[in-house]
């Protein structure tokens, strides 16, 4: 019995090193591809750099917090791409019966849905810290963002049904609704309240419109309805939002956080990370 099991663990452990490899050897191969990938790598690293960089004489609490929420973005972001480059986050899912692609295997970078899930709470929170957001709303929209990823993941994923990848689809969709209410009607108040309504005008407009490109590249890409049949340019897709509703979001963020460090230290609303005092020291 337990040389069954070895023998099983033994096996199960071959053939993901064998997908691993044939992944990386898809991802070598395509040139548009891997630059998709690497392209990120490298612009994630450059901003870490230049965001620790800009924290350099930040002192005010609540600031120093929207530094590390921010900082911690392109982190995550470097480890996601590793991982996809290298064959751990990817695979091939062969699409189920009634899809454009029904019967091929198609290299699925799930890496990114697991990029989203720990990187877009960390923008949220962000946000939520720069609005002065109350602890609660921001606990509950942050919650619905994660749903939002990971029943992205199952509709990525699933292979059994052409159906239930777009129920998945639909319900990811109807978390995001809630994500999408909380920015449009809700955190504007707070933030007007804050003091910080305008830079979180701008970059909510560029939350919203960068966050709807993704359930439409996962639409029109070769995940939903295969129009767009290029793993390539699928993935570029999803990589050009990245680069904008990361790194560019987060230098804008910083810059106007380091340049008006006294509106974010008299925030006085109750937030996720509130010590209880009316104002940051």
């Known amino acids: 019995m337990f040389d069954e099991q070895v023998a099983s663990a033994t096996g ?16 070598q191969n395509d040139a548009l ?9 490298a612009l994630a690293g450059l901003s870490v750099l230049l965001f620790v960089y800009m924290s350099r004489n930040v002192r005010a609490h609540r600031a120093r917090l929207i530094f590390a929420a921010t900082v911690l973005i392109p982190l995550v972001s470097i480890a996601s791409y590793l991982g996809m480059l290298s064959g751990l986050t990817v695979g091939l899912v062969e699409m189920p019966a009634g899809h454009a692609l029904a019967g091929e295997a198609v290299l699925s970078q799930w890496g990114r849905y697991l990029t989203w899930t720990l990187s877009t709470p960390l923008i949220l929170l962000a946000l939520g810290l720069l ?4 602890a609660a709303d921001l606990f509950v929209v942050i919650a619905a963002d994660i749903g939002m990823c990971v029943t992205g993941l199952a509709a990525a994923l699933i292979t059994s049904s052409y159906t239930f990848r777009w129920v998945f689809y639909a319900v990811s969709c109807a978390f995001f609704l809630v994500v999408l209410y909380a920015l449009l009607v809700e955190w504007p108040v ?18 919203v419109v960068l966050w709807l490109g993704y359930p439409i590249v996962w639409a029109l890409g070769v995940e939903g309805f295969a129009l767009v ?10 990589s050009l939002l990245d680069i904008g509703a990361k790194y560019v979001f987060a230098y804008l963020l910083l810059r106007w ?18 010590t209880g005092t009316s104002a940051d020291d």
């Not at 071959?14 to 050897?25: E, H, L, Y």
């Not at 591809?33 to 790598?41: D, E, F, G, R, T």
């Not at 008006?260 to 509130?274: K, S």
């Open 229 to 238: 049949e290029s793993t390539a340019l699928t993935s570029w897709g999803y």
């Open 12 to 27: 199960a452990l071959v053939q993901m090193q064998s997908g691993q490899s044939g992944a990386v050897t898809r991802i």
């Open 257 to 274: 956080v380091a340049s008006n460090e006294r509106v974010i230290a008299g925030v006085t609303h109750a937030t996720a990370v509130d």
């Open 131 to 134: 609005a002065g957001v109350d």
């Open 33 to 41: 591809l891997s630059a998709s990938l690497w392209v990120n790598v």
């Open 190 to 207: 707070d933030a007007a309240a804050a003091g910080s309504d305008e830079i979180f005008a701008t970059l909510r407009a560029m939350t």
